[in-house]
């Protein structure tokens, strides 16, 4: 997901819910990057930040990324 910060900057958001590797990031997580950032450039965006959360539920709103990106977009 990518959410417009200002201007034309831009957070990315990737989430999956089950964890594939503890020990590194998983696949899902790099490929959603690619597509979101391939988006991004598409569209004029510059990505500032990213905000991950890898094997966390989406059924649940308290996901550390999540709830970061929503304390600094929201300040």
Not at 12 to 40: G, H, P, V, W
Request: glycine share 6%.
């Amino acid at each position: 997901m990518l959410f417009p910060l200002s201007g034309n900057q831009a957070g990315l958001y990737m989430r999956l819910s089950r964890d594939e590797d503890s020990t590194r990031e998983s696949n899902s997580i790099t490929n959603q990057r690619k597509i979101i950032t391939d988006f991004a450039d598409h569209n004029g965006f510059v990505v500032v930040d990213e905000y991950i959360d890898d094997g966390y539920s989406g059924a649940n709103f308290k996901r550390p990324a999540f709830t970061t990106w929503r304390e600094e977009a929201f300040q």
